[in-house]
């Protein structure tokens, strides 16, 4: 690594510093912060009274003392204009994180807009617009003129059906329940628009329809189930690199055996070992090779399938555990039904059968050795599987399994079927809102949705990206996402698109940008001529802005106050404890002031029907939305304020809010404790969920006509698109390209060195990575980062997806060949094994 930060000496945070709590912005975990803030001409001092740890800092401290924070939690940010110190470090007390931080929060601080010390000096300040042939400042009066005009004349004309839409649907920065709000407001209350699509997949639908249509919504445990497992089982995930903290500070103590105090307190009576996991996912991820150093080998099963075929899998182990009789049956006859469903699965919105046990087991049964066939996994190893997630312990006692998947089920082969039959298997063995259990997503970002109802957009909804490609749509307005880095078919998305865009820029180009009713002719001329009309929202410039019309610079948390909850649906406040940059404001706020201008525009059209319905958008304030949004419209939301919530501090409370007692809001540790599910009559339902092989158009063929799985996801450094990392020179430094890690025997085959550039391309596009030799991985598999700025992976990914639009970037093939030998960016960096061992 040849990257230093270069700071040998930081200021020592002084006691009467201000202290705010933050929740980090990046991942799903959303583990616990605090950012302390004093003026910039002053700093603490080593003598107790002097420093906000109240302890001697002249003598040494202990090995992981809280009195401590590393150069990548400083900065010098400003606050009401004026330069202040800050730090923003892990919370102790958090009981999400317990005073971890990880590779990515831990830099929250060097990733903020700082003047003073040029980090993120890319973030937007001002609105931009295309004048004079490039991207140029002006007033948010000026810009949202431009926006809401060529929107309003365009919903006049062709109906809201020709605004299209992309948002985040999330919390953390680009998301909370602020900004859902003030989004949700405008597409589904003011308008009801139909063609919107979510930030990371091509419609507006759920990952997860399959759970929830089985009356198991998907975030149903705690973290603390982690540590209370008999079994951990994970399918589709690497939580070392992707849910960091949750891994490290919830699982790692059960695997290693420090949780069996716990389990021995909650259950007495039960026989208790250290926990021991089943890991399901065709590659061996860091995560594998962490569990085998924390819990031994031979508590770590990991079922290396082959890619897509987890639904056979599932299949197996639901009737291998019914054969075999570890079945929960009391909660089976207790609170599922015994209903058998109707139909045989074809139907596009529902494409499974709810039904009964029973059925279920009929349906789904598949011989363990066909199964092994399918998975390539042997038939030991699946029945070794079933007997760690089902069979009963000593004496008879129930086996606690808690069931964790992500994204390597959710873009995987067949999402609606392979979510069900994994439900299947946790609501069959009893595992759903007890201790130590739990079928859950691990998640992605935190959550944050507070909508107006969106069933206008029906279900299956719009296959936006299709619609886009076909030359649907006029406007398209963008909400924090970076579809050019992160959408399927990439390749022939940003073709397109570009051509369209680049219409309304000439057009845009042939008249005087002053004259705006000339300006708004020539862009709805060049809208009428196949040609789209685009705004986007961020904090940075984007690669899809470079397409954009119009910019629209946001406050992200932090500068903003923000509200979501995490994995465990704790919710939390993020206290604004910086300046945004510059002119940028809250997404929500824009939300509201684009509203206002619509309002205006169709008054001054003579439309004051449509006009009135823009009314409520009288916003100051990120918390007017929130009340006007989650405190109005949350289930319990009414039990949640700001004041309450920065009381609660980095704890928060567990959502669903039940009540407010003794100056604390009361949360909900578990959901369904009571055996009452989702459903209308209260009983989950079972499903049958028959294997089909790969399901999405064109991915059988892509296997057969070439060499290489181009498996991809995350890597512990990196956040999503890299969107601040690009600015990062710790990350940058590591990875100047997308790595694709390979065996050395694929290597060999075409004839390429360690950090070589290859092209990686097939029948839906071509794109780049650096090859990064990993003997762990199987020949023929490879795994490439997503979403990068210098190889963006989506290029290979084909347009299939399910029949909801859940795409499928996970099941890609391709062939790969050398571009060019390691260039110099690439010279200094290491190769060795990614792998942790004990030590
Ligand atoms: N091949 C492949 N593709 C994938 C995936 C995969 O596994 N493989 N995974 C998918 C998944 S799970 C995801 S989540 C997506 C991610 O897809 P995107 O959501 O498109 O990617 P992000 O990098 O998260 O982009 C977020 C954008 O939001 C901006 N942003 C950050 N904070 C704020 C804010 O406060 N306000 C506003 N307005 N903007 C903000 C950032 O600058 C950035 O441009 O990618 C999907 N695509
Ligand atoms: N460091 C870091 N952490 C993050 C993010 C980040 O960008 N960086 N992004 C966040 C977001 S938005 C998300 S959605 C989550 C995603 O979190 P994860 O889902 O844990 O991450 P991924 O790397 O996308 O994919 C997980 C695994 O799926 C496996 N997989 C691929 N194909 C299959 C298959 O057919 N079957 C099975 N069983 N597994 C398969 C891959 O080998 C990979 O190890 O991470 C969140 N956390
Ligand atoms: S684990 Fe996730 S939430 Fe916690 S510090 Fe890391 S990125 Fe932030
Ligand atoms: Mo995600």
Known sequence: ???????????????????????????????????????????????????????????????????????????????????????????????????????????????SYSQARSTQQQRLTDPLVWRYGQMQPTSWEDALDLVARVTARVVADKGEDALFVSAFDHGGAGGGYENTWGTGKLYFGAMKVKNIRIHNRPAYNSEVHATRDMGVGELNNCYEDAELADTIMVVGANPLETQTNYFLNHWVPNLRGSSLGKKDEQFSGEPHDRGRIVIVDPRRTVTVAACEAEAGAENVLHLQIKSGTDLALFNALFTEISEQGWVDQEFIDASTSDQEGEGDGSDPARPGVLTSFAAAREGNRVAIEEAAEITGVSADDIRKAAAWIAEPKEGGARRRTMFAYEKGLIWGNDNYRTNGALVNIALATGNVGRPGGGVVRLGGHQEGYARPADGHVGRPSAYVDRLLIEGQGGVHHIWGCDHYKTTLNAAEFKRVYKQRTDKVKDAMNAVPYGDRDAMVEAIVAAIDDGGLFAVDVDIVPTKIGEACHVMLPAATSGEMNLTSMNGERRMRITERYMDPPGQAMPDCLIAARIANHMQQVFTDLGKADIAANFDGFEWETEEDAFMDGYHATAHGGEHVTYERLRAMGTNGFQEPA?????????????????????????????????????????????????????????????????????????????????????????????????????????????????????????????????????GVQGNVVNAGTNELHIPNYKQTWGNIRKIADAPASVAHLSFKSKEYSAA
């Open 1 to 111: 690594m040849a990257y230093k930060r270069q700071i040998d000496r930081l200021p020592i945070i002084p006691a009467n510093a201000r202290k705010q709590n933050v929740v980090c912005h990046y991942c799903i975990v959303g583990c616990g912060y605090h950012a302390y803030s004093w003026p910039a001409n002053k700093q603490g001092g080593t003598a107790p009274d002097q420093n906000a740890f109240g302890v001697d800092l002249s003598e040494q401290q202990y090995a992981e003392t809280d009195a401590w924070y590393s150069p990548s939690m400083y900065n010098i940010v400003k606050q009401d204009g004026k330069d202040v110190h800050i730090v923003i470090k892990p919370d102790h007390e958090c009981v999400v994180n317990s005073g971890l931080g990880s590779v990515r929060g831990a830099r929250m601080a060097e990733m």
């Open 658 to 790: 039940t009540g407010f007692e003794d100056g604390k809001i009361v949360g909900t540790q578990r959901l369904y404790t009571d055996g009452k599910f989702g459903t209308e009559d209260g009983k989950a339902r079972f499903m049958v969920t028959a294997w089909r092989g790969l399901q999405a158009p064109g991915k059988t063929e892509q296997q057969a006509a070439y060499p290489f799985l181009i498996n991809n996801g995350r890597a512990n450094q990196v956040w999503q698109s890299a969107y601040l990392d690009v600015e990062n020179d710790f990350v940058m430094d590591r990875w100047p390209f997308p790595f694709i890690e390979m065996h050395p025997d694929d290597m060999a085959k075409i004839g390429v060195k360690e950090g070589d550039l290859v092209e990686v391309y097939n029948d839906a596009g071509a794109t780049q990575a650096m090859v990064y030799p990993t003997p762990s991985a199987r020949p023929g598999e490879t795994f490439m980062l997503f979403a990068y700025p210098t």
